[in-house]
C-alpha cells in the first residue's frame, strides 16, 4: 500500500528560528514529491521535486529529494509568524496525475 | 481567472439526505480530483477524472458519485449522507500528470 509518513506532526518555534519538516515516502510509480502549505483555505503549491539532490529554493524556503532514502525535506529559515500553517507533502504517481498526502506538520511561530 | 471555485462553502445536513458539491475550473485542465480532509489525516482522494465523461475511484470512494460531463466541471454527490462524512472537501485540477494541482478553497460539511 503505498504511503507517506510527515515528521514532526507539530512543532511550535519562535520567530528567527530554522525549521527542518520532514517526508518519507512508499510508493510504486513514484514521479515527484510535493510540497504545499495551508494555511486557513486551500492548500497552495510551494515546491515540486523530480530529481534527486537538486535543491528548490523560493525566499526563506528550500527543499530537497532524497530519492535513494526515499524522503524529503523542507528548511524554512528565519521563521516569521506568517510561515505558522500546515505544511502537506504528497507523491505524485507518474500513471494518474494521484497525489498521496501525508498526514501534514503543523507549524506554529511565536513571535 | 479565477483557478478552481466550490459550491457551497459551508452546509449542514442530516443523515440521509443528499446533496451535490459542485467544482468549476477555468484554466483548462483535463484532470480533476475530490478530496476530503479530516484532522490529523491529511487529505485523501475520493475519485478523480483524468478527462471529460470519465471518472475514477480513490482511496476512500465509498458514499460517494461523481461525474464529469463538461471539461470544467467536476460534481460530487451525496446519495444518502452519514455522520462519518462530516469533513472539509478539496476539489483540485490539474492540465496534466506532470503538473502540480491547484485547489479549491474547500466545502465544509456537517452531516448530523
Known amino acids: 500500500e503505498d504511503k507517506v509518513v510527515q515528521s514532526p506532526l507539530s512543532l511550535v518555534v519562535h520567530e528567527g528560528d530554522t525549521v527542518t519538516l520532514n517526508c518519507s515516502y512508499e510508493?510504486?510509480?513514484?514521479?515527484?514529491l510535493l510540497w504545499y502549505k495551508q494555511e486557513k483555505k486551500a492548500p497552495t503549491f510551494l515546491f515540486m521535486l523530480t530529481s534527486s539532490g537538486i535543491e528548490k529554493k523560493s525566499g526563506r524556503l528550500s527543499s530537497i529529494l532524497d530519492k535513494k532514502e526515499l524522503s524529503s525535506i523542507l528548511n524554512i529559515t528565519a521563521t516569521q509568524t506568517g510561515d505558522s500553517a500546515i505544511y502537506l507533502c504528497?507523491?505524485?504517481?507518474?500513471?494518474?496525475?494521484?497525489?498521496?498526502f501525508g498526514q501534514g506538520t503543523t507549524l506554529q511561530v511565536k513571535p | 481567472n479565477a483557478g478552481v471555485t466550490q459550491t457551497p462553502k459551508f452546509r449542514v445536513l442530516k443523515t440521509g439526505q443528499s446533496m451535490t458539491l459542485l467544482c468549476a475550473q477555468d484554466?483548462?485542465?483535463?484532470?480533476m480530483y475530490w478530496y476530503r480532509q479530516d484532522p490529523g489525516m491529511g487529505l485523501r482522494l475520493i475519485h478523480y477524472?483524468?478527462?471529460?465523461?470519465?471518472?475514477a475511484k480513490g482511496e476512500v470512494p465509498d458514499g460517494y458519485n461523481v461525474s464529469r460531463l463538461k471539461k470544467q466541471n467536476f460534481l460530487l454527490g451525496l446519495e444518502s449522507a452519514a455522520p462519518s462524512q462530516t469533513s472539509v472537501y478539496f476539489c483540485a485540477s490539474s492540465l496534466n500528470t506532470y503538473n502540480e494541482q491547484f485547489f479549491g478553497p474547500g466545502t465544509r460539511l456537517t452531516v448530523l
Open positions: 484554466m483548462n485542465h483535463e484532470y
Open positions: 510508493v510504486t510509480n513514484f514521479r515527484s
Open positions: 504528497a507523491s505524485l504517481s507518474s500513471n494518474t496525475g494521484k497525489l498521496i
Open positions: 477524472s483524468v478527462g471529460e465523461g470519465t471518472t
